[in-house]
């Protein structure tokens, strides 16, 4: 894409960082409230059954569409996000391994009748790694219950550990009692689940291939029974709970979950052409697990062909950024970069006729911080401003010595005298 260029003398705002820029962009455009009317010519997407929804697009966070977002819901088995994220942070710190070995205890097997289960068995043997994928594709409870256990202790410290990452990321309603979605004192929102569910792919997208687009597990095996205890005859095969995996064109996650004091509660997401989609329903009815849980596929399919129907992620080649003069600095000038990726969503009307401005002041006084904010590219289409992303200074650009600083303050004076004056970072 050539963009078209306008110079303006703006000061330089310094950035904190680029990652925590992204971070806060993220929270920030989803905790806005977006309603479909933001975009004219886009037909309302189908009505469904859930209580609370959220369409939420994955390239920048924004919300497409909300439905009654904000109110509290237990989250039911997608709790066991939060519980994986938790065990990938284990992972990142490396007071964990998918490879270590868990010993099941008796009481990781001690759950209520008609509990979802791996089928785990006292006294089995199993890596970290498999227990994860029971607990994503099937949704074990039992497996939360060891993998908890293995990795904070007990129950209630990990929940613990839940809660402080759901504090971290700014989820004020988000809270966990233990890390199965078994209990109706979990709470969320259809909103905040998003935001995490968003967050959760940005930080862990290995966990697609790993865990969520599994379309069965064989389990359990001989490898892992317990001593004395004979392998089952045959194979045993469980297949994915989110039945979006297995028959949605580019769905590849992420949770189902069902607990009779919050209905039926699903997070999908799907990827098509480099658009990908999450969506968000929360206190789904029906009158069993079969049939409910067929309307909340139902539910996430039509909301999922809304998106990929109405939108489309972009993502713009913005080449040959021009330098900025630099003052007082050793360093003539500088070529700024973008403090982010340019992909962005737009309707899907809008994908051929996105062009680029770039807004660069000619020159800056320096000093200039690595990460200070320079200037900016907007997107456009037919003079609607669609996206923005900051143009930022690559590297710390200080003061130049005695004599530099001199030598280019008489010269600002005087070009001062006949109104140049540049901005200063």
């Not at 938790?86 to 010993?103: C, I, N």
């Not at 990795?151 to 809270?175: D, K, Q």
């Not at 992420?254 to 989609?277: D, P, Q, W």
């Not at 590297?395 to 004056?421: K, M, Q, S, T, Y």
């Amino acid at each position: 894409m050539v963009p078209t260029f306008r110079r303006r003398g703006r000061p330089a705002v310094p950035f904190r960082s680029v990652s925590a820029a992204l971070v806060l962009a993220a929270f920030a455009s989803a905790a806005a409230a977006q309603d479909i009317r933001l975009f004219p010519g886009v037909p309302e997407p189908p009505v469904v059954n859930a209580r609370s929804v959220v369409v939420l697009e994955a390239a920048r966070g924004r919300i497409l569409y909300e439905r009654d977002a904000d109110i509290p819901i237990p989250p039911a088995s997608l709790t066991k996000l939060m519980t994986l994220r938790v065990l990938y942070k284990e992972f990142a710190s490396g007071r964990m391994s998918p490879d270590d070995l868990v010993t099941v205890l008796p009481e990781d097997c001690a759950l209520p009748y008609n509990s979802s289960l791996m089928y785990l068995q006292p006294y089995m043997k199993l890596p970290v790694r498999v227990l994860m994928q029971g607990l994503a594709v099937v949704s074990g409870n039992d497996a939360a219950r060891a993998l908890a256990r293995a990795a904070a202790g007990s129950i209630e410290a990990f929940a613990g550990r839940m809660n402080e990452e759901a504090a971290a990321l700014g989820l004020e309603t988000t809270r966990f009692v233990e890390p199965s979605g078994l209990s109706e004192y979990n709470l969320t929102t259809a909103r905040e689940m998003a935001l995490f569910a968003f967050r959760y792919l940005k930080d862990n997208p290995e966990s697609l291939t790993e865990l969520h687009s599994l379309r069965w597990i064989e389990f359990p095996v001989a490898e892992y029974m317990p001593p004395g205890v004979p392998p089952p005859k045959g194979r045993m095969v469980q297949y994915n709970n989110n039945k979006l995996v297995r028959s949605y064109e580019g769905a590849d996650g992420l949770k189902t979950g069902f607990i009779r004091e919050s209905g039926f509660n699903l997070v999908a997401t799907a990827e098509r052409g480099g658009t990908r989609f999450l969506i968000v329903t929360l206190g789904g009815t029906g009158s069993s697990s079969r049939v409910g849980g067929d309307v909340r596929e139902r539910d996430g399919r039509e909301l999922l062909d809304w998106a990929f129907r109405n939108f489309v992620t972009v993502r713009p080649r913005v080449e040959h950024l021009p330098a900025v003069r630099l003052w007082k600095t050793a360093d003539r000038s500088l070529t700024p970069v973008p403090a982010s990726d340019f992909a962005f969503t737009v309707r899907s009307g809008d994908a051929p006729r996105v062009r680029a401005r770039v807004e660069l002041p000619e020159e800056l006084v320096g000093p200039v911080p690595a990460g200070g904010r320079i200037g900016r590219v907007v997107f456009e289409a037919e003079g609607r401003e669609l996206h923005t992303v900051d143009l930022v200074s690559p590297e710390e650009h200080p003061l130049g010595n005695v004599w530099i600083r001199f030598r280019d303050g008489i010269a600002l004076f005087f070009r001062g005298l006949f109104g140049r004056r540049p901005a200063r970072a």
